[in-house]
């Protein structure tokens, strides 16, 4: 069990006063019983937003909704929270074999936000690309469990591709980072979604916070953390989720912070609106996450 | 079916003695298709009696009475600007308007016929309504295994954002219509559900019109439902389901360029309620909100007429440019009632048709009263096994599809038209991705086809709508008539045509309009509610009209001076093609293409205010458009050139007479005057400004007199001496020349201090202290002291004027 306090800023200037607008901010960290607990948060936006107010989206996430006023030269938002993060007990694999899973989703009369019913078609942003279920498809051995399948394929992806900041942008289509071998987390999983689905995996995209460790004998450096992205592959209704990080190549930990999943990078992506993460208006963002009282 | 053929002893085919030769007009041959059922004919070989009285009259008709009857009808649609927009597939994204496709002979029903279809189709809207609460809701129908998830998990037309958003007024669907067709039994069968954004209740009555102009209503009298009561009841639930009583209610819209926005603007007229794009709408504290010219109004209801994935990008299509920003937030915040919200389209989904009669008992507690298409959903193996079986019967096409069977835009194929191994593969494959649907055969009904009458295969659709007395049809309709005896040519994309649907009651039924309505439910807008973008629109229509009438007179004067001289070298001649350059105007063409692009856009701006403008006032503008397009291919440079371009100027004139007379002086006037205004004095400033200087040709000063349109005053003022001083005096500071620059500057001030927020705590808007400055600038000029660079400076102010009111009232 770790506590961590994460601090969020994301900043925008304008060259010239902006228009109004409505922005959607996914940024809080989840609640998930047994996994991960909010014990504090606090939104601040600077100036002050003509509405703020949040709700809960399709897919369980908080969202934080706000009215920026026109005629603003910049605009600074910040998030103060304390989360518990659990750490999942190493066990047996209970994921059922890939080819099991036709009947056992055939089973399926849920349509709740973690269904994996949502998950199994490909989606707006990671549409059916042959190159990717080919490459996809080399993963699969006879028999494999979901889990394996899933490892299998986030190391031969993390091999592929080359983690390259700048290289992509948001709206960078999964294959053309994949043509291109290389990209940042939300390409990487973005691709592995694709090519769990095409494996009839169902799989959703993850968004969320993560730590990073100094090497070894440096100091941790304040706002190293990043905004992070991975992959929820379902093992069938006995293991449920899986959460892996292909950019990392490895089962998610205590340093991943949830903030909520969905089909693709639209369903969660952090600034949804006027103002975008990249773009015209580029915001500048940074993330702390220290454990609580070290930082 | 018997295949009898009418006797030939039938009254109808008699033809009464008189001067003109009167026929049947076939009716003597007509036949009803082998096995197909017809309205005209019954299974026994007989005329039904229904359809005698409109027989008889038809029978009384010359060749020309029958003639002038059409013409009446087609004359209506024309002179009311009835169009629809069809999607040219050759030409890219581009629509272009058509005229309305009448079928000009209406549809005779029974009225126990219709009521007894009217009742199954309430049960049916009102299973949809269930239906659709439990799909955004506890979807308890895929829980218990009565609707299989695929249909909602893949489906994008399931709106996951509006999953647990109930609707302030208690129900979701407000308004729904049902395609249906008579199958060979002659029985009743819905072909398709409509509760996504349903189009046509408009046109049913635009029909309704045409028809009674061609037959005339006293055929059937005080037997023949009106359709007013239908519209009278809905517009009063609409005004019932605001929260807030001082609030608007409004028809959203996608724009003029959607194919149904002629019906779009003409509800919202004849509703006398708001007709808004996304862009007009902005949400403030969790309410939607009109931007006006005075501010946000609140807008509590919305007739939406805009597919509901495209209302809000933040949460629903996020690719959409014509939807508002946070209208799902106040739809959640119950901010806002919405006739149907976004997401109704799922319930069109085709394959939900195979599983609506089983839902039909769990939901509502009975049968389906009315049958659908038969339809099997292949995701399950007992449909695919009946697919095979049934192969030549049956028509694949995509399961989440919304068309019709017969619609060929989904690519239907026969089953049969696979060979049974690659049938049953392709099942097997493709499963829930496919469904299948008997093949459609629809009833005929009688069609006047080259004045004769021909058996022509039918569809309808039919309205209901929700009231406060729960759901009432539409006592009407429209009936889709095929080009051919083929069903897949109903579509009016593929050259159907569309007729009216007469219900026929054995006793007198009452009359009805709209105008019956309780007091104090006054649905006509606050005259200071003028959306900005209407505002912008009409601002620009009158800078249009008046910049074309500046051309017009510019290139009516070049011509008329090459008609006089008969040769191109006049001095002055440089200076007006100076003058027709700058205006972006090719001076070697005599109706220049720049011209036609300027009316182009005049037309566009008054497009978007269907709504709030005349249908003579539109009808003129599209005929001096039309005008002269047509003349830009004839003329031919000098006299010829000029008598065109004066026929031009007396369009425009007419245009503008019917917009000055007609048109209340509200809002809306002032910005289109304005407009005119502020045009008209940068034209005239620009004129005196280049043809009076000093050094120029003396001449220009004559060109100007004749531009100004001032020639009898000055005559009449200076005798026959034309000198730069009176010139500029009459043009430029005359107060009382409807020409003259000062008389647009005083006529704009009064009409700035008429808008809002013209003088708050005493001070004066920026659009009106600009031009008090102006105005007084004129008020104490002279001849001398208005030379060139002053008058360009004049024009460069007035320029001004015209970004500040943009940027006060228009954003």
Known sequence: MS????????????????????????????????????????????????????????????????????????????????????????????????????????????????????????????????????????????????????ERLGLMLHGHMTFEAGATDVDTSPAEAFAARHGVCQDFAQIMVGGLRSLGIPAAYVAGYLRTLPPPGQKRLVGADAMHAWVRAWGGPQRGWIDYDPTNACFTGADHIDVGMGRDYADVAPVTGMLRLDGQQEGRHSVDITEAGEG | MTGELPSPSAPASVPPPGAEPRHDFGLAEYRPLPGVPDELIGPDGQMRPLWQPLLNHLAKLSDTDLTRAIERADLYLRDSGVIYRQYDTTAGTASVERPWPLSHLPVLIDEADWTRLSAALI???????????????????????????????????????????????GHYLHFVAFEIGRGPDGQWWVLADRTEAPSGAGYALETRVATTRAFGPQLFGQQLHRLAGFFRDFRDHLLSMRADPAARVAILTPGPWNETWYEQAWLARYLGISLVQGEDLTVEDGRLMLRTVSGLKPLDVLWRRLDGSFADPLELDPASRLGTPGLVSALRQSGLAMVNPPGSGVLETRAMMAFLPRLAPVLTGSALMLPNIATWWCGDASARAAVIEAADRMILSPALGTGLPYDRMDDPFAAASLPPDALGERLERESGSLVAQEAVTLSTTPALVDGRITPRPMSLRVYLARTASGWRVMQGGF?????????????????????????????HVGGDTLMNRPAGQSGTPEPDELPARAADNLFWLGRYVERTEGMVRLLRARHGRIAESGTGTLPLLAEADALLEAAGLDPSEPIPEGLLATIGRAVSSAAQLRDRFSTDGWAALKDLDKSARRLALQVSPGDDAAQALSALLRKLAGFSGLVHENMYRLMGWRFLTLGRMQERARNMAGWLAALTDPGSDPGGIDLCIELGDSVMTHRRRYSMVSGRGPVIGLLALDPLNPRAIRNQVDGMMDLVRMLPEALVENRLSAPARALLRLQTDLATATPETLGSEALYALQARLGEVSDLISERYFR
Not at chain 1, 110 to 123: E, N, Q, R, T, V
Not at chain 2, 489 to 507: E, F, K, T, Y
Request: proline share 9%; with cysteine; glycine share 10%.
């Open chain 2, 479 to 507: 009936a889709r008539i095929g080009a051919t005896t083929d069903p897949g040519a109903l579509a009016m994309q593929r050259g159907g045509g569309a007729a009216d649907v007469w219900i026929i009651s054995p006793d």
């Open chain 2, 123 to 169: 049960q049916r809207a009102d299973l949809l309504e269930l239906l659709m609460a439990d799909i955004y809701g506890p979807n308890q129908m895929v829980a218990d295994g009565h609707l299989p998830a695929d249909l909602l998990a893949g489906n994008p037309a399931w709106a996951r954002p509006m999953v647990g958003i109930r609707p302030r007024a």
């Open chain 1, 3 to 150: 506590i961590y306090d994460l601090r969020l800023q994301i900043s925008y200037e304008f060259d010239r006063p902006s228009g109004a607008g409505r922005q959607h901010f996914r940024i809080l960290p989840a609640s998930l019983p047994g996994r991960q607990r909010v014990l504090g948060s606090l939104v601040t936006l600077e100036p002050e937003p003509g509405e703020l107010g949040f709700f809960t989206d399709f897919f369980g996430t908080s969202v934080v909704e706000a009215a920026i006023p026109a005629g603003l030269t910049r605009l600074d938002l910040s998030l103060e929270a304390q989360v518990e993060r659990l750490a999942q007990p190493e066990g047996l694999d209970l994921s059922v074999p890939v080819a099991a899973l036709g009947p056992e989703l055939a089973q399926i009369r849920s349509l709740g936000p973690d269904s994996p019913l949502h998950f199994c078609l490909p989606s707006r942003r990671i549409p059916q690309v042959d190159a990717i279920s080919g490459f996809a498809a080399k993963a699969q051995g006879q028999d494999d469990s979901v889990a394996m399948v899933t």
